[in-house]
């Protein structure tokens, strides 16, 4: 079985990778202090990677505001749901809005487009 999980928190995780890239390329440009020119190219490209992290926060506050708050019916707990099947953010229960696709095996497929009909 695949292992999923909600997808503002893989959206976040993925925000935070692109930070620590950043800083990990940001660091590498110390190696080069020797070369100005080097040095800044890395600084640029660490900068450049931090931007797009920032931009994709701002991505999950745009999402954020389109979520449905719902109670899990597995931990009890108000969980956000993104789209027409997501998972609980806490326990990864599958959680879905459209009645014809409950009790059916989770599927992040049917967020797609062209299965709607
Ligand atoms: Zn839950």
């Known amino acids: ?12 995780t993925f925000a935070l990778s692109l930070i620590f890239i950043g800083f990990i390329v940001m ?3 110390i190696f080069f202090r ?7 190219i890395f600084m640029i490209i660490g900068l450049l990677f931090i931007i797009a992290s920032t931009v994709v926060y701002f991505w999950i506050g745009m999402l954020s505001t389109k979520t449905v ?3 899990c019916p597995n931990c009890k707990k108000v969980t956000k749901m993104l789209g027409r099947v997501d998972m ?8 879905t809005l ?8 989770f599927d992040e497929k049917y967020n797609r487009k062209r ?3």
């Open 1 to 12: 079985m695949r292992k999923y999980s909600s997808k503002i928190n893989k959206i976040r």
């Open 27 to 29: 660091y590498g440009g």
């Open 34 to 40: 020797k070369s100005p020119i080097l040095m800044t």
């Open 69 to 71: 708050q719902i109670v």
């Open 88 to 95: 609980c953010m806490y326990c990864n229960e599958p959680l």
């Open 98 to 105: 459209d009645p014809e696709l409950e009790g059916k095996e």
């Open 115 to 117: 299965n709607r009909k």
